[in-house]
């Protein structure tokens, strides 16, 4: 449904989109994911004919986003960053603005109106001064514009920014049940997003993809492995050697957060270990803190969190780029 | 192959034309407007003047110099503000249309602000006899004026997202094109090129239609005039898609 091929955008001297290249099937919800100024909102505008790419080239729906432009923003509905409305219009009064743009008869738009006026749980305030609304009901009215005319692909950039947690879940429940019908690419910086929402994500640092996958792809690919807590009482330096002895345990790391603490005058010490392939070493390890008399508090196995991978690959990007965020240990 | 369709400039002006009276800057400039030609009407509309609208029509054109550039200033400065242009630009429009609508909006709010100048006719028709020819022409020639002055001002307004910014370059240019010029004119020992400038001035040109004469060399002059700055509207719209 959407096709990208060699996107590259360049703005002057910066390199804003690095040859891209991916494919969106129909009816999937994909995540674009990455950081602040990785070029997520670059793509989707260029994705939405509102800046040609510099080379490289993108179809939706088979209409190609350059020769065919009119085309393939008629079967695209375009939520951008920030939500930009007419705030001195009506909800309704803009919504049927929009309606004419797209040449939709009376007829078919007071229908259209109708049904994304109450699918986006607009209709109580339809009479409504846009400018007056709270930033909740001013996305649902940018989301209502994006779905006035029931276009096949859906773009929406940054759709949850701003917005409290309870109209966060709302807002993300509506993506979600739009997918299928639509074809829809979000683009966000919240990784618990992706993990809600998403069929797939597509990870960009630096203007380069760097993972896809679905989130549990994402989660289990090789980088990532699960860890072991283990919270005792004891003195830091012989829990860790300890720890280490412990077989199928791969490697000890000792947590000084506000947990963490030397093990003297009472203080808890929280080693991290990280099992090998295919170990699990819990009960080994509890054994071993509880034959040393070390009381125990907490023996834990955390799985990879998607954020933590996010953080590797968007680190390792600008390492290897050279530029921006520093890495996180 | 380009699909061929409708203009979509006539919703667009539609959607400007009602945000103006939501927009107080609009109304003060309407009073301002009216009241200073209020003003110069009373002056003139003595027992023993000539029944005729010449003189209001020339100071309305200086009223305009200013008002004007207020009324563009947020056409399309707000919207690359604000970013409403991306939603604006992603439905299935063109520059073309965009432009032209805005402009139409802009003008049909100028044809309400002189709607109420027509009270004036009016009151000349009671008291004396009226030739209506000049006060057509005059008419015609406003409007032709205000249009480019439109033209000017939403041009200025696609240069930046500054409103102000805006409303100042734009007043300034039809300073520049308008008021001194006239100035110029005014100087009978002018000679050569300046004298040139002066002869060839926009307001010079106006000053034939609020005569009563229809020049068609006046009519080409202000229909292209506009339509160039519109061109160039556009094209500065445009002009996104290069950086």
Known sequence: MISVSQLTKVYGQTLAV?????DVPKGQIVGFLGPNGAGKSTTLRILTCYMPPTSGGATINGLDIFHQSVQVRQNLGYLPENVPLYTEMRVEEYLDFRGRLRKMDRETRRKRIDYVLNRCWLTNVRRRIIGHLSKGYRQRVGLADALLHDPAVLILDEPTVGLDPTQIRESRKLIKDLG???TIMLSTHILPEVEAVCDRAIVIAGGKIVAQGTPDELRSSRRMQARVLVECRGPAKEVETALSRVSGVHKVELLNGERGGDGKDGHYVTAALRPKDGYDVREEAARTIIQHGWPLREVRLEHATLEEFFVQVTANQAVASGTGILPVS | MPVPRMTRAPVIARRELGSYFFSPMAYVAMFLFLLASGLFFWNDFQPGQPV??????????WLLVFVTPVLCMGLL????????????????VGEPDVVLGKFMGSLAFLLVLLAPTLLFVVMLMLYGDVDFGPIFSGYLGIVLVGALFIAIGLFCSSLTRSQVVAAVTAAAILFLVTIIPWWLGTRATL???????????IF???TDFSKGVIDTGNLVFFIAATAVFLFLTVKVLESRRWK
């Open chain 1, 18 to 22: 690095d040859h891209i290249s991916f």
């Open chain 1, 180 to 182: 299928g019908d639509h």
């Open chain 2, 52 to 61: 005729g609208m010449r003189s209001i029509f020339d100071w309305m054109v």
């Open chain 2, 77 to 92: 400065a707000q919207e690359w503000a604000s970013g409403t242009i991306e939603t604006l630009m992603t439905a299935p």
């Open chain 2, 191 to 201: 000679t050569g090129f300046w004298r040139g400038v002066a002869d060839e001035s």
């Open chain 2, 204 to 206: 010079r040109r106006y």
